[in-house]
């Protein structure tokens, strides 16, 4: 028995020993030189940095020798029955497996990782291309001071001498619009029913009156939603009006789409459904653009609307500082270029409107107490007033020559801010010309002004009412220069208007972030249209390739998708997307974006049903229950939350569909009911898995919901399927996440199972803790549980990365506004949030590890994970925010790096198309500094760039050296992501808030 006792010690000795060795082995092997290919060019810098690579691995190979020659030692001496051997031998080992129970080792994974230097980036070879007025170089110049400007409060005082029109006469266009809001105050069939109709049907009674009389309107929304109810007579006096000039449809976009929070492919998207319902219907082609009522211009706009085939744009709100430098120089009306665009092929014609709004007040002239008594709507009677509290007057042979001299004035006066000789005056505002009675007052009114100016030979005057397209047909006709020309001296500008301010220091950056949950929603959205859109295009074309489109519902997909279309255009509104619209209807967008993801969802299965048959004439488009989908929402105010997959006795298959146009290797999670299960790609090879534990609450764990993690590869537009397969006890393919818990609130410590996952139960961390992938280290401090650094395992660079929650205050005097849904004005600096011993959840495996903090107000997760795709390059953050106890404050979270952006240099992208430089101005206050973000934005110095890319439009600045601050004003808000390149190497930080 004693024989046998040795025989088993040693045996166990040697394996130990055995481990031990290749555990040596592997250490040495992981701190090798990576991604130096056979016979690469090392620079001298590379050499310098492999010697002292080298002398380091000489070092610790001689002190693995000594370990190894220890453990040799202690174990002849135990096979000598030396017991103090014993304690030698764990001497040794246990540092090498320290913290083996809540630690797992992660595989090593290779990452196809792309090294550029800034010689092969194309952006750094060629030279920005140089304009006439670049937009961060005029607010570089400008003092931003805002200084009495007299009757024009933001501007300056005009003059002229009357010999400005000597050679030519001041050929001015009265320009009638209405501005109508798909959703504000009221929802949509609410504005449609009590006004818009009624607009529409004014106008089909008073603009035939008189040739003389225009019109110009945008929204096709509403358009399209009167057109289903008028009769082919009425039709055909519309299409009548529009052929002989006397209405124009401008932009032709289903909605005035904003421009800040919007992204490319639903403003394309928006265009699109508005021009094909123009084209279709009508047989026209919007030229113009008209902007007036978007909170700050974007160059994306342009570009989009220049290739959509406009010729000319207006745009109105711009800096009241901007608007005043501009008409300075006479730069209102200039070519707007793209900044990557050195050939000018980008350019449109962009005029620009001088004063505070677009209403009449503030439209003819620069005085808007002599402008609104021309707003014959406000006539004495009318529940619409002028705040100057002088009325207008209706027009007679006995004041119109009074009358008539002092509008030209104004004419004349506003001229003075632009090149030519020809004037636009727009003559409308919101919701205007909903009764006959407001025509024939606006209308005849002015006609009769227009009578008498032109006919007084000393005035060189021509008035008239006018379209957009008549007035730039003017422009051009005085420039002598065909349509989309840059008129002889007209200025060429690049940039963006952003952040936009309307007075005193209301910066409008507070829409950037409000209601960020239904701008996400937007997102996920976006994307289920896309996929689906894909997926029926090429399931119909299938379906007619084999003759069988009896078998496919085609058309009522296709109703599905074209309403998901209009209910995505109709929510980049600038009053829906931007979250500035009231509860009531916001809770309506809310609605339709749910009704259309969920048949979205429908459409994406039934299609792929098809797609995935071996024989498409089994095609039964009556079965619903085929496949359902991943993530469900019981409403359109609630987060979407994971479907189970009920796993019993037989496999379930799981088919995951990649609407990209690249592969996709990357880590998906699905929840089933059981923990006992394993991967299988269809030809039945089994794939590594991660069972992850679902939480009920901050610390306890569901019974019966796992969260099951595995690596898919799927090819561009197509599906990759895999089996989900129950089994009778664990196997090396699938693996238990396990949880560490500190701070717990239960009192008690110590390790304990629960639903088969080890949770060890601890106090307050003593050291900083970290997760870890094959590529990155994310390092954790064990006060705040918060994120303070990672480091790339490649080359072992460790980068400062803080993670802090603050609260900003709003202004107190009852005499200023406060932040809201469209201004942000914070009380000062933001404070940090106050907290300490937060729960921190920390959950590790060899697929992806996590970090949960519960912070006042905050739930904030960092994920790591450990696959050969882009997001095993990637930290991701995430937040779930309720702070629907708070008021009057705003919460934003800021990241401290070592990133040296000397300069205040940062970027922020367009719309998800293009990145545009920014620049901190001390100059002024914190919420000037605030820029949208809609997709991205980065940090960078000589060796790193810090990329955040965001899940929803987010607003965000770096106010200082090395930070990133990302605003928020939500109640409850679910996600944003963010993307890292550090090093000369893509490496992402997705963040998701």
């Known amino acids: 028995m004693r024989v046998s006792v040795r025989k088993v010690t040693l045996l166990f000795a040697a394996c130990i020993f055995v481990v031990v060795c290749v555990f040596l082995y592997l250490s040495l092997e992981s701190q090798r030189l990576t991604g130096v290919e056979p016979f690469a060019i090392l620079h001298q810098g590379d050499i310098h940095n492999v010697e002292k690579k080298l002398e380091r691995l000489e070092q610790e190979l001689e002190l693995n020798h000594q370990s190894i020659y220890d453990i040799k030692k202690a174990l002849y001496d135990l096979v000598r029955e030396d017991n103090s051997s014993v304690q030698v031998l764990r001497s040794l080992v246990d540092p090498l497996f320290d913290d083996v129970d809540d ?50 409060k933001q501007g300056f005082d005009i003059q002229y001498t009357g010999m400005e029109w000597q050679d030519l006469p001041l050929k001015v266009f009265v320009v009638p619009h209405t501005h109508n809001d798909p959703g ?30 225009k019109f110009i309107y945008a929204e096709i929304s509403y358009l399209s939603t009167w057109w289903n109810e008028i009769d082919v007579k009425q039709k055909h006096l519309v299409k009548g009006l529009i052929e002989n ?49 978007t909170f700050g211009h974007s160059s994306t706009m342009a570009y989009l609307l220049k290739k959509a085939g406009l010729t000319n744009i207006l745009l109105q709100r711009v800096h009241y500082s901007v608007k005043k430098y501009l008409s300075q120089n006479k730069m209102l009306e200039f070519m707007w270029r793209q900044t990557w665009d050195h050939s000018g092929s980008t350019d449109i014609f962009t005029h620009l409107m001088p004063f505070y709004s677009y209403d009449i007040p503030h439209t003819c002239g620069p005085d808007p107490k002599i402008c609104c008594q021309f707003d014959f709507k406000r006539l004495p009677g009318s529940r619409v007033k002028c705040p100057w509290r002088v009325a207008p007057q209706a027009i007679t042979e006995k004041n119109v020559d009074e009358r008539a001299r002092t509008l030209l004035d104004q004419y004349r006066k506003k001229s003075q801010l632009y090149r030519s000789n020809v004037l636009l005056v727009p003559l409308g505002d919101d919701f205007r010309y909903d009764t006959p009675k407001e025509w024939d007052d606006q209308m005849n009114n002015y006609q009769k002004l227009f009578d008498y100016m032109n006919r007084q030979s000393g005035w060189n005057v021509q008035a008239q009412f006018g379209t957009l397209h008549d007035y730039f047909t003017a422009i051009e006709e005085r420039n002598r220069i065909e349509s989309g020309q840059r008129p002889p001296g007209y200025p060429v500008l690049s940039g963006d208007f952003f952040t936009y301010a309307d007075k005193d220091d209301n910066y409008w950056s507070g829409f950037y972030t409000s209601r960020p949950f239904y701008k996400n929603m937007d997102r996920i959205l976006e994307s289920h249209l896309r996929g689906a859109e894909l997926l029926f295009s090429i399931a119909l074309a299938h379906v007619q390739n084999n003759s069988l489109q009896a078998l496919f519902p085609s058309s009522s997909l296709m109703s599905m998708l074209l309403l998901a279309r209009r209910n995505l255009g109709l929510f980049q509104h600038h009053d829906a997307i931007t979250g500035t619209a009231k509860d009531l209807v916001v809770n309506d967008y809310g609605n339709k974006l749910f009704e259309s993801l969920a048949q979205m969802k429908d459409v994406t299965t039934k299609c792929a049903h098809l797609l995935l048959l071996q024989n498409i004439t089994l095609y039964n488009p009556a079965v619903t229950d085929f496949f359902d989908v991943d993530e469900v929402r019981a ?25 990209l146009g690249q592969e996709r290797y990357e880590i998906v999670t699905v929840h089933v009911s059981v923990a006992e299960v394993e991967v299988s790609e269809v030809n039945g090879r089994i794939i590594e898995a991660q069972v992850n534990p679902v939480w009920l609450g901050k610390e306890e764990i569901a019974s019966g919901i796992f969260e099951l993690a595995f690596t898919a590869r799927v090819p561009a537009f197509g599906f990759s399927t895999f089996v989900i397969s129950p089994i009778s006890k664990s196997t090396g393919s699938t693996k238990r996440g396990k949880v560490v818990l500190y701070n717990n609130q239960r009192g008690r410590n110590g390790r304990e199972s629960r639903y088969g996952f080890s949770v060890l139960v601890s106090g307050l961390p003593k050291v900083p803790f970290h997760i870890e992938s094959s590529y990155i280290t994310a390092e954790f401090s064990h006060k705040t549980g918060l994120l303070q650094s990672f480091m790339n395992n490649e080359d072992k660079k460790v980068m400062k990365l803080e993670v802090q929650f603050l609260f900003y205050g709003t202004t107190v005097e009852k005499s200023k506004d406060k932040s809201g849904a469209y201004i942000f004005l914070p009380d000062g600096e933001a404070k940090l949030i106050e907290y300490s011993k937060p729960l921190i959840r920390v959950i590790r495996g060899p697929l992806m590890s996590e970090v949960h903090v519960f912070l006042p107000s905050v739930q904030h997760i960092v994920r790591v994970f450990n696959s050969p795709g882009l997001d095993g390059v990637s930290l991701e953050l995430s937040n779930v925010v309720d702070i629907r106890t708070e008021k009057n404050k705003e919460l934003a979270m800021r990241l401290l790096t070592d990133v040296d952006n000397s300069g ?90």
């Not at 630690?103 to 010689?119: A, C, F, R, S, V």
């Not at 980036?121 to 400008?142: H, N």
């Not at 899940?951 to 990133?964: C, H, I, V």
């Open 103 to 152: 630690h797992i080792p992660t595989n090593k994974i290779k990452q196809q990782l792309l090294k550029l230097d800034k010689n092969e980036c194309l952006f750094y070879k060629v030279p920005t291309p140089k304009t006439d007025v670049q937009m961060l170089d005029v607010y570089d110049k400008l003092l931003f001071e805002n200084g009495e400007g007299g009757v024009w």
């Open 245 to 293: 000039g006397q209405l124009e449809i401008v932009t032709g976009g289903w909605v005035m789409a904003d421009e800040a929070n919007t992204h490319y492919f639903a403003l394309i998207d928006q265009l699109i459904e508005g021009h094909q319902w123009l084209e279709q219907q009508i047989g026209v082609r919007p030229k113009s653009g008209w902007a007036i009522d």
């Open 904 to 993: 205040g240099q940062f970027y922020t992208d367009l719309n998800g198309l293009q990145i545009q430089r920014r620049k901190t101005l001390q100059k002024l206050p914190l919420q000037a500094n605030y820029y949208p973000i809609p997709t991205t934005a980065y940090i960078e110095d000589s060796e790193t760039r810090l990329t955040l890319h965001t899940a929803q439009p987010l607003g965000g600045t770096s106010r200082r050296l090395g930070l990133f601050r990302i605003g928020n004003s939500e109640r409850r808000w679910p996600c944003c992501c963010l993307l890292m390149f550090v090093f000369n190497k893509i490496f992402r930080l997705r963040f998701i808030l």
């Open 184 to 213: 504000w105050i009221k929802t949509f069939d609410k504005y449609y029913k009590d006004q818009t109709k009624n607009i529409f049907n004014s106008m089909l009674m008073k603009l035939p009156v008189d040739k003389k009389r």
């Open 635 to 659: 409403k359109h105010d609630a987060i979407a939350e994971k479907t189970i997959i009920k796993i019993s006795k037989h496999p379930r298959t799981v088919a995951i569909y990649n609407s």
